[in-house]
Every structure is written in structure tokens, then in C-alpha cells.
């Protein structure tokens, strides 16, 4: 056509517009014909006529297009009309027709603004190297990325069609009717087997227990620590921790001891602090550090299947873990009441913590000279059990879902076929993603790739999280304000902060119209 | 200088009349206005007595006035409402007084009083966030310049539960005094010359001219400025969502934002939304009543 084009134009192609209108072939006709009739280069606006110098009454002599079209309301007049407005929509059903086409070969993700992202952007340029699809990653800062996504769920639109969403999401996203039904990829791909079971558990399915799934695991994560092992190491300080303590300092091997290393480490008057912990309230920090101690103590935050708080979140297991928290918060730097994964990697960067709680996700830029000082002294431990042998981290990460109102899920299920694929999940675990493929996680060319991936690995696999129900945000909410109230502001004892957040789930449960206690 | 339009003009000639010209430019901004603000206000205000959440399919349920009766008897938003309230006053307040007090330094002759005026205003012109984001640089207890210079040690000004709502309104009232300083003093150009040699003839003493000349003549467009910062004080956001979290500086604002978008509590927002705009609306009445009694005078 193009080629038809430019015999047409004679060499002399016109201006971008003009060049647009030719693409329709009624168009072409009569720029040919009229080419033809007066042997100039076909413009269109030589194709209507020519311009002249024309007098109006009362005005400068000036250059006007003299059309040479024939006469309205003739036969010929009417015909090239006909022509013109047939070939016209057949060229705006073509062009929408081709546009449609492109459209279907193109995916977007939303994910949040993060590292991983990054990775997997480029992960899926080998989707597109391999299919031709292009598949974008749009990301959000953290702060915004719930909102944004329910924004658009709740308008039912279809820029994404897929999102990276929260664990706790997974009850919203699916009540709500905004996640496609994917137990029978998970069935087909036999992904329970294939995934750690905890990943599957909490990344995918809802309701508990229920053998319904909603997405497939995408990016792994959890609560681990990273240490100076420099500091760990140095005679004098091992010395000192032995006599004060009665046992060698090294990687804690439970809870207390690692409050003990972190009350060892805490100087404020050299500028040293024992730990930095998970403290902010906007978000889910403090709940995601405070619930890795409760859990590991013993306690729970309530039983998710059956809707029961009491006795449960209010223990005296959950209020001693908590309690340790609460010293922990006190081992950290001054005014360490508005902290979560930015900060806490800040404090070690600065070489003010002996250890510092975060997301594995967050672990790579410690170990970047570019970004931490202390990368060569950085050593990393999955969270330590709690004192009676309880073993277990707080579950970050998140689960790649389809979104109901995708107008590409046909072409967004053939794309999650690819990425559960192993060779995919190993190229995803070598970019910098936190594979949940058991098999590689197991394999010891996963585990000893960095220096965190061990830890990583024995996480993954005594993980627990937060409530998914739809309401989660505002058990979140009050569990975030219940936490720092006692933690941080130092209101009360365990126990009553315990027991005050209780009463209000189970006070929110009811509302939300769970079975009452 | 006023300008009439000949009944030549190109208006005329074309035979658009002044009703059609008015229309022109009315209907645009009526039909804005309703699109983007008195229909929403009126949906949300439906939504106010449902138990509607955007984040589900459910169809809402009319619930009367069950929201506004759960946010009037829930003790978070009435810690919420006070925070705010001292947090107004004490921004608003401290507003006033420096912004006041810069624009009587201002108000005579100065070398270089124009450039002075220009750096002072300049906070004004910068983004919230920006400068909450440097307050919160300023006030870090392990680095920041505000404990060093004042020799506070590790004062934790963003988190401690006594010290956050202030740390916030001290930032606002770097960021909006000049907005005071600036009505200040335009309303102190304003003021009749010969009123001061009056008063300076009749040997009045300058606190006496301060209090019976200056601060009467200029009270109505303070007032406005008050009336401005309180209804922008009420309504505070961006900067104290950027730089605490401290539960015990939780703004009403703030509150709004997590019942709306956090938890995607529609219905019990929008009342709550409603119940704000009600208290803003009053407060404003009141400083319009001694702002028309202050013309008066």
C-alpha cells in the first residue's frame, strides 16, 4: 500500500495529515484521478482544485483554494460522495480493527515501586523476546499502591491485567469479585506441590483451608535480620558478651538471646544501638514486627478460620512476646517511633545497629557499597525461634493475580503459564526475585547464591500471616494503633494492650457481620 | 479606565448579543461546577447514609443515620477532632503572630525590603510534601540541625506522643506565615498616613496607636487571613501524613483518608467528610460575622 502510496504522490508526499487521509482508499481515487487530469504532483489540495488569486469585495487580493469539484447535488458529485464515505468507514474500521489486534498483545502488571519490580520488568522482556507480547510493569510508591489498585478494581477498569497484590488482599480481591478463580491453573500445574506450601497458603488462597486460589506466587518474602558480623566477631566485644551473659555471642539461636545482643550492642553515648525495628503506623510495619514475636512466643492473633480473637490474640504467650518487642523497640536508635524497611536500612547503612529486621526483599542493597558502607560486614539470619521453640516470621511478598476486568485474560493465563514454568522461576530467583518454587529454593545453587538466600529459604517455610478477610484493613488499622500505643507511646502493660485490641476485633469481627464470639 | 463596547464591535457585528456573550462564559464554569463539585458533593452525601464500600460488589444499604451515630460515639475520631482543634489553634495562632509581626518589621522604610520580602515568602511557594520531608530531615534525633543547634540532644520530635503535633504545627507555621505576613501587610499600606500624625499630634503613645489606629483599621483583612489558615489548618494533610505517624497526632484528615482509601469504608467516610465540612462551615461563620462587624466599626 505504501508503495501505492508514494506512486500516487509522484514524489511528492504532502504534509503528515494529508499523507493520513491518502490511507483511505476513496481518498486515493480521486488524488490519483485528479493527478492524472491535471499531470501535477497529486497534494489534496490540489486534488480539489487550485489555488488562485482571488479579489473579494472589499478585500486584498489574495491566494484561495478554487475548487474544481464537480457540482453539489450531481450524479458524478453524489458518487464520488458515496465512494468517499464508504472507503472513509471501511478505513476507520480497518484502523480500529488493526488497533484492536495490537492491543490484545499487550499485558500490563501493576506492582509497587520497588527493586523486584525492576526485576521482574526484565524478566518479562523475555516473555516479549519469546512471544512478541509486550508486557509492562507499571508500578506505584508503596504508600499509594492499595489505593491505586482498589481505585481501579472498584471502577472495574481494565488498564491491568494482572496485579501483584498483598496477601492480606486475597479476601478483598476476591469477595469483591475483582481476582479470577485460578484453581484450576493451580490444579493443572500441580502448584501446590510445586510451591512452598506457605506461599500457597497465604499468597493464594482464600478462604483458608478452603482449596480455592487466587493467584500464583510470585514474589516471596518475610521477616529475616541482617547483623555486622564485624562487630559479632570482634574478640573483645565476644569477650564481654560471655562474661556479661554466660554464652558466646554469635547468631542468636532464640528470641531472648537476641534481645540479650541487642541490650549488649545498645551505647547510646558511642552512637551504637542494639536493633532497628519495625515501628510505623501508616502501612503495616509494627504489626509485621510485632506479630513475628508473638507468633514465635507462642501466641497468635486469633484463630482466621473460626473468627475468634479472645484468648488467643490477649495470651500470655502473645503478651510475653510482645513484651520483648517492646524492648527491642527500646535497644534502637533515638526516636526510632516512625520506622519500617527505608529506615531500618538507613540505620545499618549508617553503622549505628547491631542488627536490623526487614523484608528479604530489602536485604540486596545491603550488601551494595554503592548504597551501605558496611556491605562487607553484613550477615544475614532467618528470624530465631521464641523461647518454647515456636518458629516463625511474618509473611511479606505477594501473589500474581488476574484481574476480572482484564480484557487480555486469555493472552494473561498463557503468561502465567510461562512464568510458573521452572526454567522461568530459576531466571526469576538469578535476577533478584524471591522464587516460592520449592525445588529451587531446596537446591543449593538457590541457597548459595547470596548470602541471605539460606535464611530466605528456612523462612519460607514457617511463615504466618495477617488476617485476609476484606476488613483486614481496618483490623490492620487498629492492630497498628493498639501495637504503638504500647510499644512505642509506653501506655499500660502487654497484657491490657492486648486485651484492649482484642475486644476491638472482636467488636470490628461482629460488625463486619463474622459469627460473634 | 472603562472600557464600552460600541455597538460596532466585532461582538455586535457578528450579532452575538451580551446575554449570549454572559452565557458564554457562565455556562462553561456552571456546568463545571456542578459536574465536578455539587454532584459529587450531593452523591457523597447519599453514600453518607448507606453502609456502601467502593472496594465491594454489594449493592449499599440505607442505614439513616447510623454513621454519623457510630463516628459521633467512636472515641478514635474524637480524639481525632481534638487533635485537630488544638493543632488549628496552636498553627493558627502562631501564624498570626509571626506572620503579623514580620509584616510590621516590613511595613517601614528597609534597605533591601524588597528582596527580604521575596526570601520570606518563599517557604509558601514550596510544595507540602517537600517541606514536610525537610522538616523531617531538620528534626531526625540522631542528625538532624534542630537538636544540634539548640543543643536538645536526642530529642524525638516526629514520635514522641507530647512533641508530634507540635513539630508539625512549628512546620506549618514556617510554611504559612508569610501568607499572613503578606495580607499584613497590605492592609497596613492601607492604612491613612495622616491617622498616625493625628495621633502623633495629639501626643499618643505607639502602643495606644498600635491598638486604636493600626490594629482596628487593619483587623478585617486579618481576619480574612485568619479565616483562610483556620479553613486550611481544619483541612491538614500532606504534611502531617508525611512526617509522623504518631497515633496521638492523627489528624482528622488523616483519619478520613484511612476510613476512605485504607479501608474503603464509603459510607461511614463520606459522613464523616460531612460532619468536617459542617464544623468548618461553622467556624467560618463565626469569623464572618466579627469580620462584617470589624467593616462596621
Given at each position: 500500500m505504501r508503495r501505492a502510496l508514494r506512486g500516487a504522490a509522484a514524489g511528492d508526499r504532502g504534509r503528515p495529515w494529508e499523507r493520513s487521509l491518502l490511507l483511505v482508499p476513496a481518498m486515493r481515487d480521486i488524488v490519483s484521478r485528479t493527478s492524472r487530469e491535471n499531470d501535477r504532483p497529486p497534494k489534496l489540495g490540489r486534488?480539489?482544485?487550485?489555488?488562485?488569486?482571488?479579489?473579494?469585495?472589499?478585500?486584498?487580493?489574495?491566494?484561495?483554494?478554487?475548487?474544481?469539484?464537480?457540482?453539489?447535488?450531481?450524479?458524478?458529485?453524489?458518487?464520488?460522495?458515496?465512494?468517499?464515505?464508504?472507503?472513509?468507514?471501511?478505513?476507520?474500521?480497518?484502523?480500529?480493527?488493526?488497533?484492536?489486534?495490537?492491543?490484545?498483545?499487550?499485558?500490563?502488571?501493576?506492582?509497587?515501586?520497588?527493586?523486584?519490580?525492576?526485576?521482574?520488568?526484565?524478566?518479562?522482556?523475555?516473555?516479549?523476546?519469546?512471544?512478541?507480547?509486550?508486557?509492562?510493569?507499571?508500578?506505584?510508591?508503596?504508600?499509594?499502591?492499595?489505593?491505586?489498585?482498589?481505585?481501579?478494581?472498584?471502577?472495574?477498569?481494565?488498564?491491568?491485567?494482572?496485579?501483584?497484590?498483598?496477601?492480606?488482599?486475597?479476601?478483598?480481591?476476591?469477595?469483591?469479585?475483582?481476582?479470577?478463580?485460578?484453581?484450576?491453573?493451580?490444579?493443572?500445574?500441580n502448584l501446590t506441590t510445586t510451591m512452598a506450601p506457605a506461599t500457597m497458603q497465604f499468597y493464594s488462597e482464600y478462604p483458608g483451608g478452603s482449596g480455592t486460589y487466587w493467584s500464583v506466587p510470585l514474589e516471596g518474602d518475610a521477616v529475616g535480620w541482617a547483623y555486622r558480623k564485624d562487630w559479632f566477631e570482634d574478640?573483645?566485644?565476644?569477650?564481654?558478651?560471655?562474661?556479661?551473659?554466660?554464652?558466646?555471642?554469635?547468631?542468636?539461636?532464640?528470641?531472648?538471646?537476641?534481645?540479650?545482643?541487642?541490650?549488649?550492642?545498645?551505647?547510646?553515648?558511642?552512637?551504637?544501638?542494639?536493633?532497628?525495628?519495625?515501628?510505623?503506623?501508616?502501612?503495616?510495619?509494627?504489626?509485621?514486627?510485632?506479630e513475628?514475636?508473638?507468633?514465635?512466643?507462642?501466641?497468635?492473633?486469633?484463630?482466621?478460620?473460626?473468627?475468634?480473637?479472645?484468648?488467643?490474640?490477649?495470651?500470655?504467650?502473645?503478651?510475653?512476646?510482645?513484651?520483648?518487642?517492646?524492648?527491642?523497640?527500646?535497644?534502637?536508635p533515638p526516636g526510632w517511633g516512625n520506622a519500617f524497611f527505608a529506615e531500618v536500612n538507613t540505620a545499618i547503612a549508617q553503622g549505628q545497629v547491631a542488627m536490623g529486621m526487614n523484608f528479604f526483599a530489602f536485604f540486596p542493597s545491603l550488601l551494595n557499597e554503592a548504597t551501605n558502607p558496611q556491605a562487607k560486614n553484613m550477615g544475614f539470619f532467618a528470624n530465631p525461634p521464641g523461647p518454647r521453640g515456636d518458629d516463625f516470621a511474618a509473611l511479606g511478598g505477594q501473589g500474581i493475580s488476574l484481574v476480572s476486568y482484564s480484557q487480555n485474560k486469555d493472552e494473561a493465563m498463557k503468561f502465567l503459564e510461562w512464568l510458573v514454568k521452572d526454567e522461568t522461576q530459576k531466571k526469576w530467583a538469578e535476577l533478584g526475585g524471591y522464587t516460592a518454587a520449592a525445588a529451587i529454593l531446596e537446591s543449593d545453587e538457590f541457597q548459595n547464591a547470596t548470602p541471605y538466600n539460606k535464611a530466605f529459604f528456612e523462612?519460607?517455610?514457617?511463615?504466618?500471616?495477617?488476617?485476609?478477610?476484606?476488613?483486614?484493613?481496618?483490623?490492620?488499622?487498629?492492630?497498628?494503633?493498639?501495637?504503638?500505643?504500647?510499644?512505642?507511646?509506653?501506655?499500660?502493660?502487654?497484657?491490657?494492650?492486648?486485651?484492649?485490641?482484642?475486644?476491638?476485633?472482636?467488636?470490628?469481627?461482629?460488625?463486619?457481620?463474622y459469627p460473634a464470639e | 479606565m472603562m472600557t464600552t463596547l460600541s455597538p460596532t464591535s466585532r461582538a455586535a457585528t457578528r450579532g452575538w448579543s451580551d446575554i449570549t456573550i454572559r452565557n458564554l462564559f457562565v455556562i462553561p464554569t456552571v456546568a463545571f461546577l456542578i459536574i465536578f463539585n455539587v454532584f459529587p458533593l450531593l452523591y457523597s452525601l447519599g453514600f453518607s447514609f448507606t453502609d456502601f464500600r467502593a472496594s465491594s460488589k454489594d449493592a449499599a444499604n440505607f442505614v439513616g443515620l447510623q454513621n454519623y451515630a457510630d463516628i459521633l460515639a467512636d472515641p478514635v475520631i474524637w480524639r481525632s477532632f481534638a487533635t485537630t482543634l488544638w493543632y488549628v489553634i496552636v498553627s493558627v495562632s502562631g501564624q498570626f503572630v509571626v506572620g503579623f509581626g514580620l509584616a510590621l518589621l516590613l511595613n517601614r522604610p528597609i534597605p533591601g525590603k524588597g528582596l527580604l520580602t521575596t526570601l520570606l515568602l518563599l517557604p509558601m511557594m514550596l510544595s507540602p510534601v517537600v517541606v514536610?520531608?525537610?522538616?523531617?530531615?531538620?528534626?531526625?534525633?540522631?542528625?538532624?540541625?534542630?537538636?544540634?543547634?539548640?543543643?536538645?540532644?536526642?530529642?524525638?520530635?516526629l514520635t514522641d506522643a507530647n512533641l508530634a503535633l507540635y513539630a508539625v504545627a512549628i512546620t506549618d507555621?514556617?510554611?504559612?506565615?508569610?501568607?499572613?505576613?503578606?495580607?499584613?501587610?497590605?492592609?497596613?499600606?492601607?492604612?491613612?498616613?495622616?491617622?498616625?500624625?493625628?495621633?502623633?499630634?495629639?501626643?499618643?503613645?505607639?502602643?495606644?496607636?498600635?491598638?486604636?489606629?493600626?490594629?482596628?483599621?487593619?483587623?478585617?483583612?486579618?481576619?480574612?487571613?485568619?479565616?483562610?489558615?483556620?479553613?486550611?489548618?481544619?483541612?491538614?494533610?500532606?504534611?502531617?501524613?508525611?512526617?509522623?505517624?504518631?497515633?496521638?497526632?492523627?489528624?482528622?484528615?488523616?483519619?478520613?483518608?484511612?476510613?476512605?482509601?485504607?479501608?474503603?469504608?464509603?459510607?461511614?467516610?463520606?459522613?464523616?467528610?460531612?460532619?468536617?465540612?459542617?464544623?468548618?462551615?461553622?467556624?467560618?461563620?463565626?469569623?464572618v460575622k466579627y469580620l462584617n462587624k470589624?467593616?462596621?466599626?
Amino acid at each position: 500500500m505504501r508503495r501505492a502510496l508514494r506512486g500516487a504522490a509522484a514524489g511528492d508526499r504532502g504534509r503528515p495529515w494529508e499523507r493520513s487521509l491518502l490511507l483511505v482508499p476513496a481518498m486515493r481515487d480521486i488524488v490519483s484521478r485528479t493527478s492524472r487530469e491535471n499531470d501535477r504532483p497529486p497534494k489534496l489540495g490540489r486534488a480539489f482544485g487550485r489555488f488562485a488569486a482571488v479579489k473579494a469585495p472589499g478585500k486584498e487580493e489574495g491566494l484561495r483554494l478554487v475548487p474544481h469539484l464537480p457540482a453539489v447535488g450531481s450524479a458524478r458529485g453524489r458518487t464520488i460522495m458515496r465512494t468517499a464515505t464508504k472507503g472513509m468507514l471501511a478505513g476507520l474500521g480497518l484502523m480500529l480493527a488493526s488497533s484492536t489486534s495490537v492491543l490484545a498483545q499487550e499485558l500490563t502488571i501493576l506492582w509497587a515501586e520497588w527493586d523486584p519490580a525492576n526485576y521482574l520488568q526484565e524478566l518479562v522482556n523475555a516473555y516479549q523476546a519469546e512471544t512478541g507480547v509486550t508486557v509492562t510493569v507499571e508500578t506505584v510508591p508503596w504508600p499509594d499502591f492499595q489505593t491505586k489498585a482498589f481505585t481501579e478494581f472498584n471502577a472495574q477498569g481494565s488498564a491491568y491485567d494482572l496485579v501483584v497484590g498483598d496477601s492480606q488482599w486475597l479476601g478483598a480481591g476476591s469477595t469483591g469479585g475483582h481476582y479470577v478463580d485460578l484453581t484450576e491453573f493451580v490444579k493443572t500445574h500441580n502448584l501446590t506441590t510445586t510451591m512452598a506450601p506457605a506461599t500457597m497458603q497465604f499468597y493464594s488462597e482464600y478462604p483458608g483451608g478452603s482449596g480455592t486460589y487466587w493467584s500464583v506466587p510470585l514474589e516471596g518474602d518475610a521477616v529475616g535480620w541482617a547483623y555486622r558480623k564485624d562487630w559479632f566477631e570482634d574478640p573483645t566485644e565476644m569477650a564481654n558478651f560471655k562474661a556479661k551473659y554466660g554464652y558466646d555471642l554469635g547468631v542468636p539461636k532464640d528470641l531472648k538471646q537476641l534481645v540479650d545482643i541487642a541490650e549488649f550492642f545498645h551505647r547510646p553515648a558511642e552512637n551504637r544501638y542494639g536493633a532497628a525495628v519495625y515501628t510505623q503506623v501508616p502501612g503495616d510495619a509494627i504489626t509485621m514486627g510485632a506479630e513475628t514475636f508473638i507468633f514465635s512466643y507462642g501466641g497468635s492473633l486469633g484463630d482466621y478460620a473460626n473468627y475468634k480473637v479472645t484468648g488467643l490474640l490477649n495470651s500470655k504467650e502473645s503478651a510475653e512476646g510482645l513484651e520483648d518487642y517492646k524492648k527491642l523497640y527500646t535497644y534502637g536508635p533515638p526516636g526510632w517511633g516512625n520506622a519500617f524497611f527505608a529506615e531500618v536500612n538507613t540505620a545499618i547503612a549508617q553503622g549505628q545497629v547491631a542488627m536490623g529486621m526487614n523484608f528479604f526483599a530489602f536485604f540486596p542493597s545491603l550488601l551494595n557499597e554503592a548504597t551501605n558502607p558496611q556491605a562487607k560486614n553484613m550477615g544475614f539470619f532467618a528470624n530465631p525461634p521464641g523461647p518454647r521453640g515456636d518458629d516463625f516470621a511474618a509473611l511479606g511478598g505477594q501473589g500474581i493475580s488476574l484481574v476480572s476486568y482484564s480484557q487480555n485474560k486469555d493472552e494473561a493465563m498463557k503468561f502465567l503459564e510461562w512464568l510458573v514454568k521452572d526454567e522461568t522461576q530459576k531466571k526469576w530467583a538469578e535476577l533478584g526475585g524471591y522464587t516460592a518454587a520449592a525445588a529451587i529454593l531446596e537446591s543449593d545453587e538457590f541457597q548459595n547464591a547470596t548470602p541471605y538466600n539460606k535464611a530466605f529459604f528456612e523462612t519460607m517455610f514457617k511463615v504466618r500471616d495477617f488476617w485476609a478477610l476484606p476488613e483486614y484493613a481496618e483490623l490492620l488499622d487498629e492492630g497498628q494503633q493498639g501495637f504503638y500505643d504500647y510499644v512505642v507511646n509506653g501506655n499500660g502493660t502487654a497484657q491490657e494492650a492486648l486485651d484492649k485490641l482484642a475486644a476491638t476485633w472482636v467488636e470490628s469481627l461482629k460488625a463486619a457481620g463474622y459469627p460473634a464470639e | 479606565m472603562m472600557t464600552t463596547l460600541s455597538p460596532t464591535s466585532r461582538a455586535a457585528t457578528r450579532g452575538w448579543s451580551d446575554i449570549t456573550i454572559r452565557n458564554l462564559f457562565v455556562i462553561p464554569t456552571v456546568a463545571f461546577l456542578i459536574i465536578f463539585n455539587v454532584f459529587p458533593l450531593l452523591y457523597s452525601l447519599g453514600f453518607s447514609f448507606t453502609d456502601f464500600r467502593a472496594s465491594s460488589k454489594d449493592a449499599a444499604n440505607f442505614v439513616g443515620l447510623q454513621n454519623y451515630a457510630d463516628i459521633l460515639a467512636d472515641p478514635v475520631i474524637w480524639r481525632s477532632f481534638a487533635t485537630t482543634l488544638w493543632y488549628v489553634i496552636v498553627s493558627v495562632s502562631g501564624q498570626f503572630v509571626v506572620g503579623f509581626g514580620l509584616a510590621l518589621l516590613l511595613n517601614r522604610p528597609i534597605p533591601g525590603k524588597g528582596l527580604l520580602t521575596t526570601l520570606l515568602l518563599l517557604p509558601m511557594m514550596l510544595s507540602p510534601v517537600v517541606v514536610g520531608l525537610f522538616w523531617k530531615l531538620i528534626y531526625d534525633p540522631s542528625w538532624g540541625i534542630l537538636n544540634y543547634a539548640l543543643g536538645l540532644g536526642k530529642t524525638a520530635w516526629l514520635t514522641d506522643a507530647n512533641l508530634a503535633l507540635y513539630a508539625v504545627a512549628i512546620t506549618d507555621i514556617w510554611m504559612w506565615s508569610p501568607f499572613v505576613m503578606l495580607l499584613s501587610l497590605a492592609g497596613l499600606s492601607a492604612v491613612p498616613k495622616h491617622l498616625y500624625e493625628a495621633a502623633s499630634i495629639d501626643r499618643a503613645s505607639k502602643l495606644y496607636t498600635f491598638f486604636r489606629v493600626t490594629l482596628p483599621l487593619v483587623a478585617p483583612i486579618l481576619l480574612i487571613a485568619v479565616i483562610f489558615r483556620t479553613m486550611e489548618a481544619f483541612k491538614t494533610f500532606d504534611i502531617a501524613f508525611v512526617m509522623t505517624g504518631q497515633p496521638q497526632a492523627e489528624l482528622i484528615s488523616s483519619r478520613l483518608y484511612k476510613m476512605a482509601f485504607a479501608q474503603w469504608q464509603t459510607g461511614p467516610a463520606s459522613a464523616l467528610a460531612y460532619i468536617v465540612l459542617i464544623m468548618v462551615l461553622c467556624i467560618t461563620n463565626i469569623y464572618v460575622k466579627y469580620l462584617n462587624k470589624a467593616k462596621e466599626r
